[in-house]
């Protein structure tokens, strides 16, 4: 891995050669884009442990993306699930259950060899999303699993999350994407299926086989939810 790092490193500074003026690389530099300092309540948002409203809105959310850093580089994994899912233990401490996927294990492979996680909760319908940073472990605990059983089955694994710091992102992203709008939801017909994406990824060698299996996409997912 460290090889291909390396290599990626050296595509970039050769596409970069000459040097380009408009690329920003220091912090000197960046606060000469961004010279308004962050407004005080920006600041006073973040709070070292979980609220009883960041609890709230944990509660109510069906989605979190989980980010994480490892030997195979960066992850954004989403997890979903109903509202509750996601369990606050404690002001410090959060829950996730590992519900079944395709066991790339991208998310569990790194946090195994780098706690530091990210999480971003959202709630259809709120502006606001909460942001929340801090370490994880994955953990077989029986009682634990128990706890996040549905149509009797058990989750493999959960991640307990360790809260360092917590905050709510205000709603302006939610409102310029207008992301709950009803009006500006995407018909999926007018979008590549996971057929055609993997296709093209050369995962199949022909349109037919990628139709074959986005046709048997939606019963095979519905039957492995759990």
Request: hydrophobic letters at 40%; one cysteine or more.
């Amino acid at each position: 891995m460290r090889r291909g790092r390396a290599a990626y490193r050296g595509r970039v500074n050769e596409h970069q050669a000459p040097a380009d003026p408009h690329i920003v690389t220091t912090a000197a530099r960046l606060l000469e884009l961004y010279p308004t300092p962050p407004a005080p309540n920006s600041l006073a948002k973040e709070s070292p442990v979980l609220t009883p409203s960041h609890a709230r809105i944990i509660a109510a959310s069906p989605f979190v993306v989980v980010s994480t850093v490892g030997d195979g580089g960066l992850d954004q994994s989403p997890r979903g699930d109903q509202p509750g899912f996601v369990v606050v233990r404690d002001e410090h401490t959060i829950v996730i259950p590992d519900r079944r996927g395709n066991n790339r294990l991208d998310t569990l492979r790194n946090v195994v060899v780098d706690p530091r996680v990210g999480l971003l909760f959202l709630v259809p319908g709120l502006g606001e999303e909460l942001r929340v940073r801090g370490t994880a472990v994955i953990s077989t605990d029986p009682v634990e699993l128990a706890r996040h059983e549905v149509r009797g089955r058990l989750p493999a694994s959960v991640l307990v999350v360790t809260v360092e710091r917590v905050y709510f992102q205000c709603a302006r992203a939610v409102k310029r994407s207008r992301l709950w709008d009803n009006d500006s939801r995407v018909d999926p017909k007018t979008l590549p299926t996971a057929g055609d994406m993997t296709r093209e990824a050369g995962g199949f060698a022909s349109d037919e086989e990628a139709a074959a299996y986005d046709r048997a996409l939606d019963a095979r997912q519905d039957a492995t939810l759990y």
